[in-house]
């Protein structure tokens, strides 16, 4: 029907004779010149540029990607050079906009940095790799990317420039990405160390996080050195420490802490740290202080207390290269030391003991010339005999004695002086040598000091080996020898021992202990003690050899206080010796300063390989004393030092220095927004403000970078600039300001977020819109606010709900100034030019809302009331020459996108809004042909062509809107016919002719050259078509057109050259006109009001067909099926081109296609889109938009461009499909399995590849949406096809059930989720997945069940979660076909045989069991379990519907709900823990009292009644669900009485078969192995219904009620035997509890086990009741009691002895199974065998071919037969003895009968006693 391409205008024709321009070379012209703009541009300029590089680099994403630069294709070199040399502009730009901040406006500087900095981030992310980036990039682009990289105002709001940019900056210049990753590092301890001043400040006491947040901000200390920062660190430490019972790991790292900033890289750290602690320590041990009783202000010094604080402050403090660091060490460790009456006694000893240890370093400063130096020398003085000592006694010796190596010789003095009181002091002196009366003891000073310090004899190997030594040694020791020998052997051992390899075997000889009695005899005044003396000057040499490699020996000797008096009278006896005294001080060294010594540990390279320790000495200690030889030195270990950056280092030039600045500030303050708002403050106030260091704050241009470069803090400042702007000029430039930041903001964001919550620019808006403009000055302002709000909506990602409300309310709302802008201006008036200016923009913001929101924003402004505005605002008076084509087109553009919704004709004022549409209907057609009159009609204009298609797709709306809202008007469409003159278009009554006459301006739509257009003309004939009248109208119109209505639709339906949308709405035509059943035999020249359908004519028999017959012979006739299978396989999945106006989004069509009685069996009817269906962006110009968005946006072969088949198409012609099968079912049907249709479109359905979350194949939410309908409509006919299906084996069902891929697909359309996707649309496609998939668990069971659970375990979590969704919508429908398909699911899954659950790898109770990955709701995140989670929403609907009775809903509800507890596990614990037990059990009381008054309401309807007993029944179901295999719940109904309360319901369940069925089933759960609920069941209930607790047994309770229910079965012997089944089972299960068992025992109810009829008799009914009864006896007589009453039952036992003969091996069974049980009474065992039958019996079973199993039950009985009976025991020996032996003999040995073999054995073993 379509006019050739060739005969119609080509929108695109004028552009191709232009020579062609690639999308490529464009964006990269665009670029390049946008650069240069960029350059020097004023604000307003530099806006527009921002919003066009906005929309530039989007068509830059599509169209360029990182294969550019591998092409070879000339115009890829030339788009590749061209880009370089844009990124080249874009970075030389960069840094000259930088070095620029020293002009005049940094500000607008700053804007253009931000600008350039953002393109320059979205470019490279775009079209460049990063292995790509050092091959292209010239060197110096590595300072572009560092200032990118340190740009933090603009990271804060672009968090993915880190990400984007680093990676290429690591790519090209490896080293200077790693300064950037230190400056991350950096940059994150400032952050944490600004946490730590902020939580130290508010000393909260959070001691062990503001310990973590201390050390991780260590590494920034360098760079920002606040003494802040270390004064509270110190403190901290101070208070961790000076708690009463501190935290060990806490303590530990206080003093990791401080002594990392003792010993920091920075002496103004160092120096920091120290004052610190003496400040504390001078506050703390005052004199203030120590007056008060109770002070504990010493114990803030407790953190210095510490063997490594006072080490460092030794080492690395007193001794510092910084006068000012070792003062205040010194004085800090004077003040300890003066502090002893100022310190509690404890402080004091914890003190002098860490003191004690760190002595030989502290003891280096002692000195006569200072005041710490004489204060140490006083610390380690001689005590008076009333005076305390500070330390031990023996410190005291070994410090005095330390104290001689001092290279003071006034101190060596002192300490001479002391030493000698201490050895006349040492117990038994008088008797020891020297005699300190007459020794020269002046010579002691002196004596250790050595002119030049030795150095240490190499570790040497002694020629001599162990034989050698030990042989030495024995002379050494010898007794009565010669002391010369002795003498030179001692000497000789010396040498030896030089040999460290020989220790061991010196010490394991005892040669120690034998060193030391000689040295201890060598002191002795007696007679042998010249004899002694000798072997000094050598045992002395042994232990210096030992003492100095043997680390555990020196330890022991160096806490020995007798080796030092011993050393000290040698020295003084040897003291012309100079080796004897050298010997003597090196082991004296070793044992003085053993407590700061190291050991260090080496491998000698030679074959012995033996291990080597060595004596090492802080540095400290050999610089400060004078030792006899030079000692191996070390640093301390103690000191925590942090590792020392690069000299000179790169953080602290640019740009990075400017980027920790930064960084300081942003986080002093907390974040870029308090930190923006404080430099916006006065130089007063941010002077007050500021707490830190000058060189931490922001210069003046480094502030204007700040405030110019926070996005978000701008668009606040810009927003408050506009509210409290004080003229025009002021508002104008915060606009600016606005729309700037705001597209900042958009490019930094990727489109995918909202505005910041705190930006409300609305209200700044509402100050000016909100007022009549009084002045063209006022009038400029509106344009330009107008012009701020639509491009706020553009480039704004997503509205929020706040802004569409109010943008709708400035639009709509009828005292809106806007709306008067919409009315033409009066000529006079001086303003006109403005108030045109400001309606062109008033409209362009109507058409902008239109496209970004789908429905108006608020339902309390309803769009009738801007429709008439808008109405008004067409003027159609003039001529057609005067009309203002881009108004009238834009006017239209905005009617087509408010009227797209249902439901805008409601509002319209005081007007009707019927009569309204009727205006607008006329008005538009007016408009239609006034473009075309007299110019030789629609096919040779060429004008109007935007304002046309907008006309038409208004008109389109109009008709859905009418048929949506105004269905009860009849005749409504007669409403659109036109005519020249009024009277013909009211007349109603004309005749068909005239009525297609009026209808006839249609036609030419469909013929138009624009393809929307042709939809859209289309598209008013499908809303027309709705019902009978419409259709009518619309056939009597196309009489002139060759096969009339019919071959219009259909032609369009397969002309292969329409495009995709046309042919859409033709098959949504041919769906309205199937839309009712068709006459099979119709008389074409009745002019009834039915519908005839099509009319054809037989060529060949000149006969008329007409309804049915007709369309079946016309769809023949064109190969209709096969054409429709060649449209399938060409359909196109990709949504490739941008999605232009409202056509897109084709009318959907109803779901109810399924035997709806409402909707003549099931036929659907095109329908226009909902209120949610999205709305797109149109151009507002004359030019046409471009086709739907299944087309591609540049194609040469127009034929490949409309043979596209796109969702929509699909969708509609399933609809089609599904009347044509509805109608038509056994024609239709063998025709589309023919074709393999059905398997061609379950083909199509892909979720994978439809939510693709690639930017560059993901899908427009319009497509998505389109698609999703589309896979609805599949479904919709799969299943609409299955339930046709009328062949025998139903392959089609058998067809899909097999194909697991298809399985696997159909469950993933649950992977869809409302937020990404329109609402509607998912719901409509989980419909009908929903739906098929329940009728194929219906009709398949197994079949489907298997492939559907493997499936579904695979995507368990999100099918929980869309039932979750399903469960809370608002749409009945999906609520209930949800929880259908959830019922149906679980029920099945329960019955499988268990040979088939055998086979099954996944069952149902596991998966829904599972443990859940992730939450599936976020109200549901605490649930574990997807049946937690459903058994909680499903409980609450429970809840929600308990008043319902048999509502829909609720039973819904009510039916998962008990699926789901008896199958899961974790389902049945929520609900229970929820209180479904208890809301079961009142709901079962409500419907007692409804039952009771319903009863004694004699008015009361049968019906009522029945509604309440069926809610009973579905009441007693869901319990019995939950009680089932559940001790948890079956204790909460014994709990809340539930036997109590089904008892008073006993009588009414007896009134209907069902529910009493119902409540047997629930008690033989709730009764199973439950004796507490078995027992329940005989208390008493009182009158009123409550419980009587006390166990109170009578005649009417429910087991008496329940046993004479039982007797009463038995009488009626009824055919239908499940009432009976489920009373004996009750009853067996009642038997376990003794209350029960003594009602059944104590009525007469076992009577009727002896009036059961005669075996012989073959009833099936008999033998089904005693099989019952059987099974009862069984049950009833494991017990004692039960055991005698049955035997006293007359002829009970030969009853029993003639079941175990019957034909039934069950039978069989039970009875012998009785018989045993009574044998194992005492009582009962005589009488048994005194039974002249039993002992027969029994023997013909052992040797009869009887089942094993019934032998072993024989055997059992005798043995307990046998057991404590003597007499018995004769007795059967002499009657069974011989059967049961030879019964032995016959059995098979084997692993089958090892039970009864070990059976038979024992009892023959008991028999043979």
């Not at 665009?30 to 919003?51: N, P, Q, R, Y």
């Amino acid at each position: 029907m379509g006019s050739p391409l060739s005969e119609t205008h080509d929108p695109a024709a004028t552009g191709l004779l232009t020579p062609n321009v690639t999308l490529p070379q464009f964006c990269m012209g665009v670029l390049s010149s946008t650069l240069h703009l960029l350059g020097d541009c004023s604000l307003e300029v530099l806006v527009k540029v921002c919003e066009l590089l906005h929309w530039l680099m989007q068509l830059v994403e599509e169209c360029i990607s990182p294969a550019l630069w591998t092409k070879q294709s000339p115009l890829a070199r030339e788009t590749a050079a061209t880009l370089l040399t844009v990124i080249h502009e874009a970075g030389a730009l960069l840094l000259s906009l930088k070095e620029a901040r020293d002009q005049q406006d940094l500000s607008l500087c700053r804007q253009k940095h931000v600008c350039v900095s953002l393109l320059l981030t979205r470019l490279l992310g775009t079209v460049l790799l990063p292995d790509q980036t050092s091959s292209l990039f010239p060197n110096n682009s590595r300072i572009v990317l560092s200032t990118i990289l340190t740009d933090l105002p603009l990271i804060d709001v672009c968090k993915d420039i880190p990400e984007t940019v680093g990676k290429y900056l690591a790519a090209m210049d490896g080293q200077a990405y790693e300064t950037y990753m230190q400056c991350l590092s950096i940059c994150s301890a400032i952050k944490k160390c600004c946490q730590f001043l902020m939580e130290f400040q508010q000393r909260s006491g959070r001691e062990s996080l503001m310990l973590q947040l201390a050390s991780d901000s260590l590494p920034c200390l360098p760079y920002h050195q606040h003494p802040l920062f270390v004064k509270y660190c110190v403190e901290l430490s101070s208070d961790v420490c000076r708690e009463s019972h501190p935290v060990a790991s806490l303590v530990i790292d206080s003093r990791r802490l401080l002594l990392q900033l003792m010993s920091f890289c920075k002496v103004e750290v160092q120096l920091s740290a120290y004052q610190a602690c003496l400040e504390i320590t001078e506050n703390s041990l005052h004199v203030n202080h120590a007056a008060e009783p109770y002070s504990r202000a010493c114990e803030r010094t407790c953190f210095l207390i510490n063997r490594d604080i006072l080490y460092c402050i030794c080492v690395s403090g007193i001794c510092n290269e910084s006068l000012k660091i070792s003062r205040c060490a010194e004085k800090l460790v004077r003040h300890l030391l003066k502090s002893k009456l100022l310190m509690s006694g404890s402080l004091w000893k914890q003190f002098t003991e860490c003191a004690v240890i760190i002595l030989p370093v502290l003891q280096a400063y002692t000195s006569n010339s200072s005041d710490f130096g004489r204060c140490l020398l006083e610390f380690v003085d001689i005590p008076l005999s009333n005076e305390a000592s500070r330390i031990s006694s023996l410190e005291i010796l070994r410090g005095n004695i330390r104290l001689l190596f001092s290279p003071d010789y006034r101190v060596r003095v002192e300490a001479a002086s002391r030493l000698v009181t201490l050895l006349s002091r040492e117990e038994r002196s008088l008797h020891k040598l020297p005699d300190l009366t007459s020794a020269d003891v002046a010579c002691l000073p002196n004596l250790f000091v050595l002119e030049q310090a030795r150095f240490l004899e190499p570790c040497s190997t002694s020629v001599i080996q162990v034989e050698g030594m030990l042989k030495i040694y024995e002379i050494f020791i010898g007794d009565g020898g010669d002391v010369l020998l002795q003498r030179a052997a001692c000497d000789q051992l010396a040498v030896i021992l030089e040999d460290m390899t020989l220790h061991g075997e010196f010490l394991k000889q005892g040669g120690l202990a034998y060193v030391q009695e000689q040295l201890n005899g060598a002191f002795q005044k007696d007679s042998t003690a010249d004899v002694y003396i000798q072997f000094i000057p050598g045992c002395v040499k042994m232990l210096r050899f030992l003492a100095h490699h043997d680390y555990s020996l020196r330890h022991l000797l160096a806490h020995n206080p007798h080796i030092y008096y011993q050393m000290l009278r040698a020295s003084l006896l040897y003291q012309d010796d100079v080796e004897t005294c050298y010997n003597i001080a090196h082991l004296l060294i070793l044992l003085l300063f053993d407590e700061v010594a190291n050991v260090y540990v080496s491998l000698e390279e030679d074959t012995t390989n033996f291990v080597k320790r060595g004596f090492s000495l802080p540095h400290i200690i050999a610089k400060m004393y004078k030792l006899p030889f030079k000692a191996v030195t070390h640093q301390p270990n103690v000191f925590q030092q942090l590792p020392l950056h690069t000299d000179p280092d790169p953080l602290l030039q640019d740009p990075w220095v400017g980027c920790l600045r930064v960084q300081w500030n942003v986080c002093w303050h907390n974040s870029m927004q308090s930190l923006v708002e404080h430099l916006r403050l006065n130089t007063e106030e941010k002077a007050r403000a500021i707490d830190f260091p000058d060189h931490l704050r922001l210069s003046a241009a480094e502030e204007v970078v700040v405030k110019s470069g926070a996005i978000a803090p701008s668009l606040r400042y810009a927003v408050d600039c506009i509210n409290n702007a004080t003229s025009h000029d002021a508002a104008r430039e915060g606009l600016q300001q606005l729309l700037l930041y705001l597209i900042l903001h958009s490019g930094c964001l990727r489109m995918d977020s909202e505005l910041p919550e705190t930006v409300h620019w609305e209200q700044a808006f509402s100050r000016f819109l909100d007022v009549q403009p009084n002045s063209p000055a006022d009038e400029e302002l509106v344009r330009h606010l107008l012009v701020a709000t639509a491009a706020v909506m553009t480039v704004t990602p997503a509205l929020s709900q706040s802004t569409s409300v109010w943008v709708w309310k400035i639009l709509s709302s009828n005292n809106s100034p806007l709306q008067s802008r919409l009315l033409p201006p009066d000529e006079d008036t001086d303003d006109q030019t403005a108030i045109v200016a400001s309606s062109k923009e008033l409209l362009l913001l109507i058409r902008t809302y239109g496209s970004k929101v789908n429905a108006p924003a608020s339902k309390d402004l309803p769009a009738g009331g801007l429709v008439q505005s808008l109405f008004s605002y067409l003027s159609v008076a003039g001529a057609t020459h005067f009309y203002n084509l881009a108004a009238l087109e834009s006017t239209l553009s905005c009617l087509f996108y408010i009227t797209s919704s249902h439901g805008w004709s409601i509002g319209c004022g005081e007007q009707n809004g019927f009569q309204f549409c009727c205006d607008f209907v006329q008005t538009l057609l007016e408009v239609l042909a006034s473009f075309h009159r007299g110019r030789g009609g629609i096919s040779m204009s060429f004008m109007g062509c935007g304002v046309t298609r907008s006309t038409t797709l208004c008109l389109q709306h109009l008709a859905h809107e009418m048929a949506h809202s105004y269905s009860d008007v009849n005749d409504w469409q007669k409403q659109w016919l036109y005519s020249t003159t009024a009277a013909d278009q009211a007349d109603v009554d004309c005749t068909n002719e005239e009525l297609g006459a009026g209808m006839s301006w249609i036609i030419p739509l469909w013929t138009y050259r624009d393809t929307e257009v042709r939809a859209a003309g289309l598209g008013i004939a499908v809303g027309l078509t709705h019902t009978s009248v419409g259709r009518k109208l619309m056939s009597a119109s196309c009489h002139s057109i060759p096969g009339g209505l019919w071959g219009a639709a259909l032609s369009f339906l397969l002309d292969t050259s329409e495009a995709s949308i046309v042919k859409e709405q033709a098959c949504l035509l041919l769906v309205n006109l199937i839309c009712e059943p068709l006459e099979v035999t119709a008389d074409i020249t009745d002019d009834s009001s039915s519908w005839l359908g099509p009319v054809v004519k037989d060529e060949d028999s000149a006969v008329f067909l007409s309804g049915l017959p007709a369309l079946l012979a016309l769809l023949q006739h064109i190969s209709f099926y096969g054409e429709v299978a060649a449209i399938v396989t060409e359909y196109f999945a990709e949504d490739t081109v941008a999605w232009t106006s409202h056509m897109a989004a084709s009318p959907r069509v109803s779901s109810d296609t399924i035997f709806d009685a409402s909707n003549h069996h099931g036929v659907s009817t095109g329908n226009m889109p909902n209120d949610q269906t999205p709305v797109t962006a149109s151009t507002g110009t004359s030019t046409p938009a471009s086709l739907r968005g299944e087309e591609p946006e540049i194609q040469q072969d127009q034929s490949v461009t409309f043979g596209l088949v796109c969702p929509g198409f699909l969708s509609a012609l399933c609809q089609l499909l599904c009347n044509l099968l509805t109608l038509a079912a056994e024609d239709v049907q063998p025709l589309l399995c023919k074709e393999d249709l059905l398997q061609s479109l379950l083909r199509l359905i892909d979720v994978d590849s439809l939510m693709n979350k690639d930017k560059k194949t993901r899908k427009s939410h319009l497509h998505l949406a389109c698609t999703l309908d589309m896979y609805a409509n599949i479904l919709k006919l799969t299943l609409q096809c299955l339930i046709h299906d009328s062949t025998d084996d139903t392959a089609m069902q058998q067809q899909i059930v097999v194909d697991k891929a298809l399985m696997h697909r159909l469950v993933k359309v649950f992977n869809t989720k409302i937020q990404d996707l329109d609402e509607v649309s998912c719901h409509g496609a989980w419909k009908q997945t929903f739906l098929l998939l329940t009728a194929l668990l219906q009709q398949r069971d197994v079949s489907a069940l298997c492939p559907l659970l493997t499936a579904l375990s695979i995507n368990w979590e999100e099918l929980t979660d869309v039932i979750c969704e399903c469960i809370k919508s608002t749409d009945l429908s999906v609520y209930i076909t949800s929880l259908h398909f959830f019922s149906a699911l679980l029920s099945k899954s329960v019955r499988l045989p268990g040979r088939e659950t055998g086979h099954m790898k996944i069952t149902i109770k596991s998966v829904i069991d599972r443990p859940l990955n992730k939450g599936a709701a976020s109200d549901m995140s605490a649930a574990r379990t997807s049946g937690a989670m459903l058994a909680t929403l499903l409980l609450s609907e429970h809840d929600k519907h308990l008043n319902h009775l048999m509502s829909p809903e609720k039973t819904a509800a009510v039916q998962a709900l008990r699926c789901l507890v008896g199958v899961s596990n974790t389902a049945k614990h929520t609900a229970l823990a929820g209180g479904l037990m208890e809301t079961l059990v009142e709901q079962l009381k409500d419907l007692h009292t409804q039952l009771t008054l319903q009863g004694l309401d004699k008015k009361s309807s049968s019906s009522k009644r029945h509604t309440l007993l069926m809610e009973l029944k579905e009441t007693f179901n869901l319990l019995n669900c939950l009680v089932f295999q559940s001790d948890e719940a079956k204790m909460a109904a014994v709990d809340n009485h539930l036997s109590s309360v089904v008892f008073n319901l006993w009588a009414w369940c007896q009134l209907e078969k069902s529910v009493l069925d119902a409540l047997l089933s629930l008690l033989c759960s709730f009764t199973a192995n439950n004796s507490a609920g078995s027992t329940s069941m005989v208390y008493c209930p009182a009158v009123d219904g409550s419980i009587v607790h006390q166990k109170t047994h009578t005649n009417n309770c429910l087991a008496h009620s329940i046993v004479k229910l039982a007797s009463e079965e038995q009488v009626r012997m009824a055919s239908n035997l499940r009432i009976p089944r489920l009373t004996f089972q009750l009853l067996c299960n009642m038997a376990i509890a003794g209350e029960c068992r003594n009602v059944m025992l104590k009525t007469n109810f076992l009577q009727g086990f002896l009036s059961l009829p005669a075996i012989k008799k073959n009833i099936k009914q008999q033998r089904i009741r005693q099989s019952l009864w059987l099974n009862l006896l069984v049950c009833l007589s494991i017990s004692s009691d039960a055991q005698q009453a049955l035997l006293k039952l007359k002829d009970s036992v030969d009853m029993l002895l003639e079941f175990s003969t019957s034909s039934l091996a069950s039978q069989q069974e039970a009875a012998m199974l009785v018989i045993r049980n009574l044998c194992f009474h005492p009582a009962n065992k005589s009488k048994l065998l005194s039974h002249e039958k039993l002992l027969d019996h029994v023997t013909e079973v052992l040797s009869a071919s009887a089942g094993i199993h019934s032998q072993h039950i024989v055997i059992s009985a005798i043995w307990a037969l046998a057991c404590n009976n003597q007499k018995g025991k004769a007795t059967l020996k002499r009657r069974v003895l011989g059967t049961l032996q030879d019964f032995e003999n016959q059995l098979p040995h084997n692993h089958y009968n090892v039970n009864i073999l070990k059976d038979l054995q024992n009892v023959i073993a008991l028999l043979s006693k």
